[in-house]
């Protein structure tokens, strides 16, 4: 069986600061990996997805993630952050025929 | 433009009655899904179907019902079986590479 832990459930930071959001995942299988974000009262957008080749793997907004097989992690990290970046960030995994499995939500809070 | 469509935004349900949630989309995915989504819990699985006519229960089924007749809808029924329904319902489908999302619908039991 897969699953998905999101390793934090809320992080603050400040405006122009990093931000990791951290994932580990299981599997028995090889998995597919990706980030979303939700904002207030709306659907999740995909951030972005590693199906395989390149290990870090550059999404929208300024966002990039790392695949690690051997600690099964799939960080989040942006460099910067503003304001509009706070939302809530989705770690999943998907088999090979497509169901998704989501972690539990990361809550990122930007302050000025 | 592709994509799922969620109805409608906002539902207002009284207790003991039964209320459907609509879901289509014409991205011609085969996996269609429902979540639901309380504050603080993430999203857990109601049902899932990975083809017409064929669905598996999820992780928290209890109280609701679903239909595959179509591919491109999934109707979710929250029943007055359903003890706590108040929460922000989202629709899923998917390929392999990739799930999309409807914009959610918020039902509250009044």
């Known amino acids: 069986a897969q699953s998905v832990t999101q390793l934090d459930s809320q992080v603050p930071v400040f405006e122009e600061a990093p931000v990791e959001l951290r994932c580990n995942y299981s599997?028995?299988?090889?998995?597919?990996l990706f980030w979303y974000v939700q904002y207030p009262n709306q659907g999740l957008q995909l951030l972005l997805k590693?199906?395989?080749?390149?290990?870090l793997v550059k999404g929208i907004n300024g966002f990039e993630a790392e695949f690690n097989k051997s600690q099964t992690s799939f960080h989040l990290r942006k460099p910067s952050v503003h304001i509009s970046d706070t939302a809530e960030y989705f770690c999943?995994?998907?088999?090979?025929?497509?169901?998704?499995?989501f972690g539990a939500g990361t809550q990122v809070v930007v302050t000025p | 433009d592709g994509g799922i469509t969620q109805s409608p935004k906002y539902l207002f349900r009284k207790e003991g009655q039964n209320v459907t949630l609509s879901c289509e989309q014409n991205?011609?995915?085969?996996?269609m899904y429902w979540y639901r989504q309380d504050p603080g819990q993430g999203l857990r699985l109601i049902y899932y179907?990975?083809?017409?006519?064929?669905?598996q229960k999820g992780d928290i089924a209890e109280g609701y019902s679903v239909s595959r007749e179509k591919k491109e809808s999934f109707p979710l029924t929250v029943t007055s079986a359903q003890k706590n329904p108040t929460a922000f319902y989202l629709c899923?489908?998917?390929?392999?590479?990739?799930?999309?999302f409807g914009q959610g619908t918020r039902l509250t039991v009044v």
């Open positions: 899923a489908s998917s390929r392999t590479d990739e799930a999309f």
């Open positions: 599997s028995s299988v090889s998995v597919y």
């Open positions: 590693y199906l395989s080749g390149s290990t």
């Open positions: 999943a995994v998907s088999l090979s025929w497509g169901k998704f499995q």
């Open positions: 991205l011609n995915h085969d996996a």
């Open positions: 179907s990975q083809i017409v006519n064929d669905f």
